[in-house]
């Protein structure tokens, strides 16, 4: 027997992250009691962004065109590109409103292990991104794991023969705000490395 | 200038509840990455629910059909009538497995200042369910606040007539695995007047 249309939208609620079954049922009564225009809205837009959402041509972000509004942007330095994980990461920086060069989105780690090998992280179009815009500087930002630090390293030396270009990465140490009692040795003992005069 | 579609997308997000800004950016990359097959059918089913899920012309919960199953199903105690306030009331009751009677859903309670008179939550078609069905009980379920006291009153006084009718309250007490010294005064009050011989 076809379950009925609320069991459906209660399971159907479910692929949403961080949403189980008790999430999902009170998110089905909620939108049918007080909110059936904003899921209608929902549905239409969900629909459209899953069918024509892909990504840029140049520095695999996400968006509907053929290039991403950053990527389109000639007002951005084209000479400097910021590599990172993932389009979340790119939104992350930008809201800082303190970098204007590009990005380019590995959409992953390397993980030889898990089928995530240089290819599948795009390294080919990012060295053909730096050598035919003649970049001066790659800011790589992935994540200070074991596997962004892996990769950091590999785009290092795949790229070491760009003699013009200067290869950087997000600065280490005690966050903003940070009591030290609270940090971790590592963080804490690599702050005490890289100190900078005041 | 229109938003683009990821932007649009978490804007659209947030209709759900206690879903801000960030947890829809989370959903929106998430299902982009990682399932965009479940999202298109999300799409679909919210819009169908949407579109076709009313009231069940008996009992007022949520359907696609005239009749919703419960009411629709021969098997269950037409006699019996639990009253409740929201549907999500009785998806809780039925996971209980301990009740065969029907139900009647006042999709809200009594609350004049906010426009909910006796019409509203549906009361004259509750009396004509009870008389026609020629119940011989109804529990009203509504909560232990003092609008779902205030609505069991009105409920009381409004059926009085039906001398047949026998009508209950659900019981209040200690709850299962409540430890004493955390129950309030009330509570713990009125389950000293409302012991039971055992």
Redesign the interface.
Known sequence: MQK???D??I???Q???SVGKKSA?????????H??Q????????????????GNCQVCRD???QDLC?ICANEKRDAKTVCVVE???DV?AIESTASYSGRYFVL?GNLSPLDGFGPEEIGLPQLAKVVIENDCEELIIATSATVEGEATAHFIKSMLQEQQNLKVSRLAQGVPIGGELGYIDQNTLSLSLANRQKI
Chains 1, 2 share one sequence.
Do not use: F, V
């Open positions: 009925n249309l609320l459906q939208l399971d159907s609620l692929c949403l992250p049922q009170r998110m089905a009564y909620h939108l049918l009691e909110n059936r904003g899921a209608t809205q929902l549905a239409e837009t969900l629909d459209k962004a899953m069918s024509y959402i996400y968006t509907e509004p993932s389009p979340s939104a959409m």
